[in-house]
């Protein structure tokens, strides 16, 4: 689970949100339209919560709504997330 949420869009990407999320380590689109950004993960959850699991790509099953249905954004509690690689 990511902590900040930086933006909610109908015109969401992948592109947008990995660019909003710039100063963090982790990024993740949920819903459709929400871009969550954070430098830590809370893969247990919050108390009383569901920890966290990899789905599978098919649960993320929500079209980015800015990119002409070619890209997915995740689902209802489900969040495509990617991770900031050092460069070599």
Partial sequence: MLSNLIEGSDLMTVNR???QCTQFEFAGIEYGR???CSNTLNLAGNPGATPGFN???SD???R???SNNSEYC???LRLTMYRRRAVP
């Fill in 17 to 19: 949100c990995l660019t």
């Fill in 34 to 36: 929400e871009c969550w």
């Fill in 55 to 57: 789905a599978t790509a």
């Fill in 60 to 62: 993320c099953s929500f």
């Fill in 64 to 66: 980015c709504p800015g």
């Fill in 74 to 76: 995740g689902a209802g």
